[in-house]
């Protein structure tokens, strides 16, 4: 009997691209992750952030629902960090001394924004949407609330191949194994 595998990949609807009014769903530490700058390889701890946009989802199983759209992040407050950037820009104004101590990111959830969403292509070559800024919104606009109430389904698999869950995993199997076994 063959064993057939197939592309059955889902496709979404794209993110629209420009300026659109978002909501902080999520904030998920997804542990330190293998990577490289420069050549060169490092660890990170990484957080992925998500918003919810306004606009609502015209096609499929979703909808009705708002977009949502994600960035990584190395978590780190450092001057020339895309997180310590983002969140002044996002804030209007800079982190003081004090505050670049120890920032609680969990305010975020909750909190509106202007994202400017771009096209911008992925290594693969692929396109995708993707965050080019993050403004804070206007005075007196309506705020949007947070319409889903669990985190997507892919962050859970990120965490899950973070160093820390790889030694976690390594070190919860306590059996003996048996060698005569082919898996």
Request: overall charge negative; glycine content about 8%; charged content about 30%.
């Amino acid at each position: 009997m063959s064993i057939i595998a197939k592309n059955e990949g889902k496709d979404f609807e794209k993110t629209p691209n420009g300026m659109h009014q978002a909501v902080c769903a999520f904030v998920e530490d997804i542990g330190t992750h293998e990577g490289s700058y420069l050549g060169k390889p490092l660890s990170r701890h990484q957080i992925v952030i998500c918003w919810e946009l306004k606009e609502l989802m015209k096609e499929g199983e979703n909808e009705g629902k708002p977009f949502m759209i994600s960035k990584f992040y190395t978590l780190s407050l450092w001057d020339k960090a895309n997180l310590r950037k983002d969140l002044e820009s996002w804030r209007g104004k800079e982190f003081t001394e004090d505050e670049l101590k120890g920032f609680d990111l969990e305010k975020l959830i909750g909190a509106n924004c202007f994202l400017n969403i771009i096209e911008g292509k992925k290594q693969d070559g692929s396109v995708r949407a993707q965050i080019a800024s993050i403004n804070p919104i206007t005075a007196n606009m309506e705020k949007l609330m947070i319409f889903n109430k669990k985190a997507p389904d892919w962050i859970e698999k990120k965490r899950s191949q973070s160093i820390e869950a790889q030694g976690e995993s390594a070190g919860e199997n306590t059996e003996q194994s048996d060698d005569s076994l082919p898996f």
